[in-house]
C-alpha cells in the first residue's frame, strides 16, 4: 500500500463546479503539500499544512490529522484549473513522499 | 528573481553514457531538492541538500547516481553510466523555510 494514496485517480469537470480532491496518508507527518502540474509539466506548490484550512483565491486546502486526510477544493472550476494535483505527505518539512496525482480536466 | 533555472531543458543520450543535470537555486534559498518524475512511479524525492550539505540522499536509486552542490547557487546530478530505464524528467526544487519552488525539469532520454 502506497504511503500516500490520492482519489479520483482522474476527474472530468464543467466550468464553474465545485471540485474536491482527496489525499490520505499513512506516515507521520510534519506537513502536508498540495502541488500543480500544468499540462507543459511545471510544478507549481500550492499549499503545505499541517492543521485545519487554508485559502489561496478559488483553491481552498483542509487537513484532518486525527483521520490522516487532506482534500483540496477548487470553487467555480474553470479551463485553466485543468492540470494535474498532486498532494505530498511531508515527514519533515522536506521530505515529501507523493501521491500518484489527479488528473482534472475543466471542460467550458 | 529568475527562479530555479535548470539545464538542459531536454537531453537524448546513449546507454552508458555520462549525464550531468544543473541547476541554480533562487538566489537566498538554503535548501535544493532533487526529484524523478516516471509515469511508473510518480515523484520521488532523490537527495536534498541545505547549506550545501547533503541531508538525506536514501532515494538516490543506486550508485550510478550522484549529486554535488559545490556553492548556494549549483547544483548537479550525475549518472554515470545511463541506462534507458533512467529516463524521466529530472525536477530541480529550492526552498528557504516553508513550500519549494521548481524549476522548468530536464527531460531525460536513454536510448
Known amino acids: 500500500k502506497n504511503e500516500v494514496e490520492q482519489s479520483p485517480q482522474n476527474l472530468t469537470a464543467q466550468e464553474g463546479e465545485f471540485i474536491t480532491i482527496n489525499c490520505s496518508y499513512s506516515v507521520g507527518i510534519s506537513a502536508l503539500h498540495w502541488l500543480q502540474q500544468h499540462p507543459g509539466g511545471g510544478i507549481v506548490s500550492l499549499f503545505m499544512?499541517?492543521?485545519g484550512k487554508k485559502k489561496h483565491g478559488r483553491l481552498i486546502a483542509t487537513i484532518n490529522i486525527q483521520e490522516k486526510h487532506s482534500s483540496l477544493h477548487i470553487t467555480a472550476s474553470h479551463p485553466r484549473d485543468s492540470a494535474v494535483y498532486i498532494c505530498?505527505?511531508?515527514?519533515?518539512?522536506?521530505?515529501?513522499?507523493f501521491g500518484a496525482g489527479t488528473r482534472l480536466t475543466v471542460k467550458p | 528573481d529568475a527562479g530555479v533555472i535548470q539545464s538542459p531543458r531536454h537531453e537524448v543520450t546513449e546507454m552508458g553514457q555520462e549525464v550531468t543535470l544543473r541547476c541554480k537555486p533562487i538566489s537566498g534559498h538554503d535548501y535544493l531538492f532533487w526529484y524523478r518524475q516516471t509515469m511508473m512511479r510518480g515523484l520521488e524525492l532523490l537527495i536534498y541538500f541545505n547549506n550545501n550539505v547533503p541531508i538525506d540522499d536514501s532515494g538516490m536509486p543506486e550508485d550510478r547516481f550522484s549529486a554535488k552542490m559545490p556553492n548556494a547557487s549549483f547544483s548537479t546530478l550525475k549518472i554515470q553510466p545511463s541506462e534507458p530505464r533512467d529516463s524521466a524528467v529530472y525536477f530541480c526544487?529550492?526552498?528557504?523555510?516553508?513550500?519549494?519552488?521548481f524549476g522548468p525539469g530536464t527531460r531525460l532520454l536513454v536510448l
Open positions: 505530498a505527505a511531508g515527514r519533515g518539512y522536506h521530505d515529501m513522499r
Open positions: 499544512l499541517s492543521s
Open positions: 526544487a529550492s526552498s528557504r523555510s516553508r513550500g519549494q519552488y
